[in-house]
């Protein structure tokens, strides 16, 4: 018994050394989930060519966007149309061009892996369970969009912008080692270090939405 006793203060003292310090939330989303989102939006969105219709009245048709951040995108594109000089109108009738969006998709994934011993229960009788001795760790968390934009004359009805199909992601990789602490990496990192001129290393990768039993994306 005492034995086992050392045996799991050990692993205790051992993984205590080890946590990563934890972030929550106190609201519906994590903001690094709401980041990952609108930067892979940000960089969809920017490969899409305004220039066929600088200057022109455009009706935004939004019909066609239904996804998560929908407000968002479209404020996104309503910045880069008046920054390419186009004026917006809220009627088809009113408009040179009428533009159409439409998501394909957009949300985020995570990717978890680790190295060292699962959790362990002691024989019976005892209640008793060796903690997860966790090694290595890593974390990366993803956000998708993919995104097309069309636009044609409002008389003629012929196209004068097609993006195809304009797909971006951004990442937030977290991985930890036993007895340092947790180094984060990625593009959302990155974005807040140019904001901010400032990294924080001890951050956790926010719990995504994922439903028990549901794999975790490949």
């Given amino acids: 018994m005492k034995v086992r006793l050392r045996m799991v203060a050990c692993c205790l003292l051992v993984t205590a050394g080890g946590c990563a310090t934890s972030q929550s939330s106190d609201t519906a989303r994590t903001g690094v989930?709401?980041?990952?989102?609108?930067?892979?939006?940000?960089?969809?969105?920017?490969?899409?060519?305004?220039?066929?219709?600088?200057?022109?009245?455009?009706?935004?048709?939004?019909?066609?966007?239904?996804?998560?951040?929908?407000?968002?995108?479209?404020?996104?594109l309503?910045?880069?149309?008046?920054?390419?000089?186009?004026?917006?109108?809220?009627?088809?009738?009113?408009?040179?061009?009428?533009?159409?969006?439409?998501?394909?998709a957009v949300g985020t994934d995570r990717q978890d892996f680790f190295v060292g011993i699962p959790q362990i229960p002691l024989p019976p009788p005892s209640p008793i369970s060796l903690p997860k001795l966790e090694l290595f760790t890593?974390?990366?968390?993803?956000?998708?969009?993919?995104?097309?934009?069309?636009?044609?004359?409002?008389k003629t009805r012929a196209p004068v912008v097609d993006s195809g199909t304009s797909l971006a992601r951004s990442d937030y990789k977290q991985w930890h080692v036993l007895g340092t602490s947790p180094f984060v990496s990625g593009r959302v990192p990155d974005e807040l270090t140019a904001a901010t001129g400032e990294r924080e290393t001890l951050v956790s990768v926010p719990a995504l939405a994922v439903r028990p039993g549901e794999p975790l994306a490949r």
């Fill in 33 to 76: 989930e709401q980041l990952l989102i609108s930067s892979a939006t940000d960089q969809a969105l920017d490969k899409v060519n305004f220039e066929p219709i600088r200057h022109a009245k455009v009706y935004v048709e939004a019909k066609y966007l239904d996804c998560v951040d929908k407000n968002y995108i479209l404020v996104g």
């Fill in 78 to 104: 309503h910045q880069r149309l008046l920054r390419n000089g186009a004026t917006l109108v809220d009627k088809a009738e009113d408009a040179q061009v009428i533009l159409e969006i439409a998501s394909g």
């Fill in 138 to 154: 890593r974390t990366r968390a993803m956000g998708t969009a993919k995104l097309t934009v069309v636009a044609y004359d409002a």
